[in-house]
């Protein structure tokens, strides 16, 4: 009972928090996302201040949703004003399939279509995770069969990534009246992108308590640790033909709680063996263990606001160099919690930062990364 009752004053000061500081988030986000644009404001065409309101109110109906499919059908909906035909697919290893749509004389028809995604613009903006237009005599035939082609013939298909995997590709085009507004689209899938991460943060943080959150004092919220729940769990396609051949075949669209649940099969796994810490007496394994939480939060932080830097650097192999101050602010954030617990020895966040800024290659970091 005094558990239960604990974990509802945890619950209620940690969404007090969320609460409080979910307005400038949101602002902080819009102004993020526009930034990762090509080009800037002077080389751009500017919108309107009427289309610039409209753009930012509809980022706010993604901002509103609170679930996973919320977010989605928001950006669906708010896509449909920057595009007549719109459509979502999911990609789930390495095929994609239709979620929902909108602006389509039959909507309904969208769901459990596969989409081909082995040649045109759909395999470049998967394969390249980039915003690809094209011409619709390059789409699936079958997606041209069932619904035909706009007026002017172009297309546009974007990647929605989600832990730099591509978990979904929205297909857009400008049906009879040729609407179609790219640059739109693109900040709007960029600002779902980024809302889900922190959709998926609040949930996290209220599920574990403020042991789960880094610091006492407030700082951007992150990426969690247990990626997202499954927006399309109870999404099961109909048809049963094969996935077309990938490259590089993604992983499972919007992993259900994947590094969530790598770290509660090591903690719950019945052979010792399988337990890092099973030597361990309960209080100090579980002092690790929320060591490693707490390191991949962190990191998880740097790489979602810092997506153009982390690409760099890993072309450019100085990773280090471009993230030192944010790399240094997180690492005292960790020592000042962990440096002196029995964690210390563990050196989980230097572990991380190769893990996952790096992806396992200690040399992307630089010569002036500590090893």
Same mark, same amino acid.
């Given at each position: 009972?005094?558990?239960?009752?604990?974990?509802?004053?945890?619950?209620r000061?940690?969404?007090?928090v969320?609460d409080?500081?979910?307005?400038?988030?949101?602002?902080?986000?819009?102004?993020?996302v526009?930034?990762?644009?090509?080009?800037?404001?002077s080389?751009?065409?500017?919108?309107?201040e009427?289309?610039?309101?409209?753009?930012?109110?509809?980022?706010?109906?993604?901002?509103?949703?609170?679930?996973?499919?919320?977010?989605?059908?928001?950006?669906l909906d708010?896509?449909?004003?920057?595009a007549?035909?719109?459509?979502?697919?999911?990609?789930?290893?390495?095929?994609a399939?239709?979620?929902?749509?909108?602006?389509?004389?039959?909507?309904? #028809?969208?769901k459990?279509?596969?989409?081909?995604?082995?040649?045109?613009p #759909?395999?470049?903006?998967?394969?390249?995770?980039?915003?690809?237009?094209?011409?619709?005599?390059?789409?699936?035939?079958?997606?041209?069969?069932?619904?035909?082609?706009?007026?002017?013939?172009?297309?546009?298909?974007?990647?929605?990534?989600?832990?730099d995997?591509?978990?979904?590709?929205?297909?857009?085009?400008?049906?009879?009246?040729g609407?179609?507004?790219?640059?739109s689209?693109?900040?709007?899938?960029?600002?779902?992108?980024?809302?889900?991460?922190? #959709?998926?943060l609040?949930?996290?943080?209220?599920?574990?308590?403020?042991?789960a959150?880094?610091?006492?004092?407030?700082?951007?919220?992150?990426?969690?640790?247990?990626?997202?729940?499954?927006?399309?769990?109870?999404?099961?396609?109909?048809?049963?033909?094969? *996935?077309?051949?990938? *490259?590089?075949?993604?992983?499972?669209?919007?992993?259900?709680?994947?590094h969530?649940a790598?770290a509660?099969?090591?903690?719950?796994? *019945?052979?010792?063996?399988?337990?890092?810490?099973?030597?361990?007496?309960?209080?100090?394994?579980?002092?690790?263990?929320?060591?490693?939480?707490?390191?991949?939060?962190?990191?998880?932080?740097?790489?979602?606001?810092?997506?153009?830097?982390?690409?760099e650097?890993?072309?450019?192999?100085?990773?280090?160099?471009?993230?030192?101050?944010?790399?240094?602010?997180?690492? #005292?954030?960790y020592q000042?919690?962990?440096?002196?617990t029995?964690?210390?020895?563990?050196?989980?966040?230097?572990?991380?930062?190769?893990?996952?800024?790096?992806?396992?290659?200690?040399?992307?970091?630089?010569?002036n990364?500590?090893?």
């Amino acid at each position: 009972m005094a558990e239960k009752q604990l974990q509802r004053i945890v619950e209620r000061a940690v969404a007090k928090v969320f609460d409080r500081h979910l307005p400038k988030l949101q602002a902080e986000l819009v102004e993020r996302v526009l930034e990762e644009l090509p080009g800037s404001a002077s080389e751009a065409a500017v919108p309107a201040e009427a289309n610039v309101g409209s753009l930012v109110q509809a980022i706010a109906s993604i901002h509103s949703g609170t679930t996973q499919k919320e977010i989605l059908r928001a950006l669906l909906d708010a896509s449909a004003s920057s595009a007549t035909r719109v459509a979502l697919f999911v990609v789930r290893a390495g095929a994609a399939t239709g979620w929902q749509g909108r602006g389509f004389s039959d909507d309904e #028809a969208v769901k459990d279509l596969p989409l081909d995604v082995s040649g045109g613009p #759909a395999a470049h903006a998967y394969q390249n995770r980039a915003a690809t237009p094209g011409n619709i005599a390059e789409m699936d035939g079958r997606f041209v069969e069932r619904f035909g082609g706009p007026s002017n013939e172009q297309v546009l298909v974007l990647p929605l990534v989600l832990k730099d995997k591509v978990a979904a590709l929205l297909y857009a085009d400008g049906g009879a009246n040729g609407v179609l507004d790219s640059s739109s689209l693109e900040v709007l899938v960029l600002a779902t992108s980024a809302w889900l991460e922190v #959709a998926s943060l609040r949930k996290q943080a209220l599920k574990e308590g403020p042991e789960a959150a880094p610091a006492p004092a407030f700082t951007p919220p992150v990426q969690t640790v247990s990626s997202f729940a499954d927006p399309f769990a109870a999404h099961a396609p109909r048809h049963t033909e094969p *996935p077309a051949p990938q *490259p590089e075949p993604a992983a499972e669209v919007v992993e259900v709680a994947a590094h969530a649940a790598a770290a509660s099969a090591v903690a719950s796994a *019945p052979a010792a063996a399988a337990d890092p810490f099973a030597g361990l007496s309960p209080e100090d394994a579980d002092t690790h263990r929320k060591a490693q939480r707490f390191a991949r939060l962190l990191v998880d932080e740097i790489k979602l606001y810092n997506q153009a830097k982390v690409a760099e650097g890993r072309r450019n192999k100085d990773l280090y160099d471009r993230l030192k101050d944010d790399i240094e602010k997180s690492r #005292a954030s960790y020592q000042k919690r962990y440096g002196n617990t029995v964690a210390a020895s563990g050196d989980y966040f230097q572990k991380e930062v190769v893990r996952s800024l790096a992806e396992e290659d200690a040399s992307l970091m630089g010569a002036n990364f500590r090893r």
